[in-house]
């Protein structure tokens, strides 16, 4: 236990007198060394299995869209948007959004990105 004490002085209307005060604080109780462990070990399996195949095609889908949008950015920053990156990102659109949740669900957002830029071009 911490434990800390301070005289002050606080002043009354006709004295001073001095006043302690103190606060402790208890010490976080420390994890049983073994939770770690075990909670590794659980994960160990999963872990060793690597991204599945659907992950795998979702991350390659995911990279080809930003591309095209990194493209698309350029060409509107230069002045000039390729036609053929426009007409290319509707074909990535749809496909695998992958077995990990937060890869589907950064996936799905950057779909609809690319949507929306798309049908803000072609209109």
């Known amino acids: 236990m911490i434990s800390v004490e301070r005289a002050m002085q606080v002043t009354a209307p006709r004295a001073r007198m001095p006043v302690t005060t103190s606060f402790a604080l208890a010490p976080a ?14 994960a160990a399996p999963l872990m060793a299995a690597g991204p599945s195949a659907r992950d795998v095609a979702a991350r390659r889908r995911a990279n080809a869209l930003l591309a095209g949008l990194s493209a698309m950015q350029r060409g509107l920053l ?30 799905q957002a950057i779909a609809l990105r690319a949507r929306i830029e798309s049908e803000r071009r072609r209109g």
Do not use: H, I
């Not at 109780?29 to 659980?42: D, E, F, I, K, L």
């Not at 053929?84 to 589907?104: F, I, M, Q, S």
């Open 29 to 42: 109780a420390a994890p049983a060394p073994m939770a770690g462990v075990q909670r590794v070990a659980a």
């Open 78 to 107: 230069g002045g000039r948007v390729d036609p053929a990156e426009l007409a290319r990102l509707p074909d990535l659109l749809e496909g695998e959004d992958g077995d990990d949740p937060a890869l589907a669900e950064a996936l």
